[in-house]
């Protein structure tokens, strides 16, 4: 079940007026984690982390179409708003019975504002958004601040050499426990990665295609995601129409949602 659908808003809606939930404030962002200190593996993580996504203030629209075996592909439109690695803004875009349904990131504080709903909704950043896409993928804009990174070996991979990054989770709210990275040396371009539970088991794998110029620098427009444990099960995102956007602290705040469009 997804969690932006009509079934899931009632649900939310119950839960709000029969449980009082305390929610710390929108505004408290935790201090970023103490990451080891691995200068080499950090900076090849950075590179490829700049190349993923602007660091600075951005927007960006998100088309994305989830298959699974024996049934219908489900299309889903996004518009994210993102500054550095803290704060984000995803928006329903389509279908249009959802819009207005909001995913607000402080730190790794996550909310879901419903307009049927007066308060917002606590969420984790691994629970599933959409097919093989969870709340952190769209939401979180660079591995940077959520992984310690390590250079776990060199792949050659048709020609090319790919440095192969082992990133821990710094706690147990990021998306993923542990993800293993392959950039390309030549260029740091993000190749592919794999998404492991705290168990060790493969969850789902990434590749990052059609590498375009958008906001200024070459990046990957395409991501298909695909689930490690049910075969043909994928999530293929598309990125278009980025643009760097000046974005002030009050944006990411619950009284400036009601003047997003």
Not at 74 to 94: A, D, F
Not at 169 to 180: E, H, I
Request: some cysteine.
């Amino acid at each position: 079940m997804m969690i932006w659908n009509a079934s899931y808003s009632r649900k939310v809606l119950v839960a709000a007026l029969l449980v009082a939930v305390t929610l710390p404030t929108l505004g408290q962002v935790p201090a970023p984690a103490e990451v080891p200190n691995d200068p080499v593996a950090r900076s090849i993580l950075e590179k490829a982390d700049q190349i993923r996504f602007p660091q600075e203030g951005f927007q960006v629209d998100v088309a994305i179409v989830s298959t699974s075996e024996g049934n219908a592909p489900e299309e889903r439109k996004y518009r994210v708003l993102s500054k550095g690695n803290e704060n984000s803004i995803v928006m329903v875009v389509e279908p249009a019975s959802e819009r207005g349904q909001i995913l607000l990131m402080r730190g790794r504080d996550l909310w879901l504002f419903l307009p049927s709903v007066s308060q917002p909704v606590r969420l984790s950043m691994s629970q599933r958004l959409t097919g093989q896409v969870a709340n952190g993928d769209l939401a979180r804009a660079n591995f940077m601040g959520d992984y310690n990174p390590r250079v776990l070996r060199t792949d050659l991979l048709d020609g090319e050499k790919y440095h192969v990054l082992e990133l821990t989770a710094v706690d147990r709210g990021v998306t993923y426990q542990r993800v293993l990275l392959w950039v390309r040396q030549s260029n740091n371009y993000p190749h592919k990665a794999e998404f492991y539970s705290a168990s060790g088991r493969l969850l789902k794998t990434c590749s990052y295609q059609d590498f375009e110029k958008m906001a200024g620098k070459v990046r990957p427009t395409k991501l298909v995601i695909e689930d490690a444990l049910r075969k043909g099960d994928q999530s293929v995102l598309d990125y278009s129409a980025m643009k760097l956007r000046d974005l002030p602290e009050k944006v990411f705040t619950k009284d400036y949602l009601k003047r997003l469009e």
